[in-house]
């Protein structure tokens, strides 16, 4: 069974400020790891994903994650957030055996203030 | 390359009304999902198809009904529509590893 939280349904930053977005997950197996971005009234896109080559895994639109296996984390990060990063960001797991079944976290709102 | 399709785009129904929900990709998949969206819920799985002529429940399979017509098409059907179902659904499909989402069909039931 493999689960996803993602702490904080909201998360607000200034403009410019670091962007941090919380994901842990829990995986019996090996795990691939998802970022996701929903922007308002619209689907799901990819934002970056690991798939157990390297560690820090670099996204589009500057963002980046690390996975860190002892602490099953897998947290999203911008150096300097902008306002079109506002946003609903999902954390998503899957067995890297091939389940075709990811589980997706409950979603954290980027708010961005100028 | 149209990517993941779904119409319609925005319903409205009556409880105890019908409908289907179409989803299409034209990207040669084999695994195609259907998910509602509530606030605070995330993403949640209702039916998935691993390939052409199966199909699986999910988490919240209650209340819906699935077809695989062809590798390109999987469509959701509500028989009898709750305003519990009110919800945004989306249809996506997948890659080796990575899902590709459709925009979105927003559905209020009165």
């Known amino acids: 069974a493999q689960s996803v939280t993602q702490l904080g349904s909201h998360v607000s930053v200034s403009e410019g400020a670091l962007v941090l977005l919380r994901c842990n997950y829990s995986s019996s197996v090996p795990p691939y790891l998802f970022w996701y971005v929903q922007y308002p009234n619209q689907g799901l896109q990819l934002l970056l994903k690991y798939t157990s080559a390297a560690t820090l895994v670099k996204g589009i639109n500057g963002f980046e994650a690390e996975f860190k296996k002892s602490e099953t984390s897998f947290h999203l990060t911008k150096p300097s957030a902008h306002m079109s990063d506002a946003a609903e960001y999902f954390c998503a797991v899957s067995d890297a055996s091939g389940s075709y079944i990811p589980t997706f976290g409950r979603g954290t709102s980027l708010i961005v203030h100028p | ?110």
């Open chain 2, 1 to 110: 390359n149209a990517g993941v399709t779904q119409t319609p785009k925005f319903q409205v129904l009556k409880t105890g009304q019908s409908m289907t929900l179409q989803c299409a990709q034209d990207m040669n998949h084999n695994s195609m999902y259907w998910y509602r969206q509530d606030p605070g819920m995330g993403l949640r799985l209702i039916y998935y198809s691993a390939s052409e002529g199966t199909t699986d429940k999910g988490e919240v399979p209650n209340g819906y009904n699935v077809s695989r017509l062809n590798k390109r098409e999987f469509s959701l059907r509500l028989e009898s529509a709750a305003p519990s179902q009110t919800s945004v659904y989306f249809c996506a499909s997948m890659s080796t590893d990575t899902q590709y989402f459709g925009p979105g069909t927003r559905l209020t039931v009165l």
